[in-house]
Nanobody, 115 residues
């Protein structure tokens, strides 16, 4: 199993970023995919999950209405569109397999929200 994230960076409050994760080594369509994050000095926090078909999405209350998860099964890729970013969204974001992201995780991509 391999999960490779990209798309992180430094963004001002109110800005947007789109994270991508390319998966390999397993049958992508058989699994929920998730994004989890870890802020400095804190534990892992589940952010969002999506199933394959139907592509039902779930969100933590902290990101609902601002973040959108999606997936492209033909490309074995899952995305996280993040809008209206806040300083408290600063974290290392991991792509993960499983509804709560407690199966396999990638190496993470850093998102820093700061002016």
């Amino acid at each position: 199993v391999q999960l490779v994230e990209s798309g992180g960076g430094l963004v001002q409050p109110g800005g947007s970023l789109r994270l991508s994760c390319v998966a390999s080594g397993f049958t992508f369509t058989n699994y929920y995919m998730a994004w989890v994050r870890q802020a400095p000095g804190k534990g892992l926090e589940w952010v969002s999950s999506i199933y394959s078909a139907p592509s039902t999405a779930y969100y933590a209350d902290s990101v609902k209405g601002r973040f959108t998860i999606s997936r492209d099964n033909a490309k074995n890729t899952v995305y996280l569109q993040m809008n209206s970013l806040k300083s408290e969204d600063t974290a290392l974001y991991y792509c993960a397999r499983g509804f709560k992201g407690d199966d396999y995780r990638g190496q993470g991509t850093q998102v820093t929200v700061s002016s």
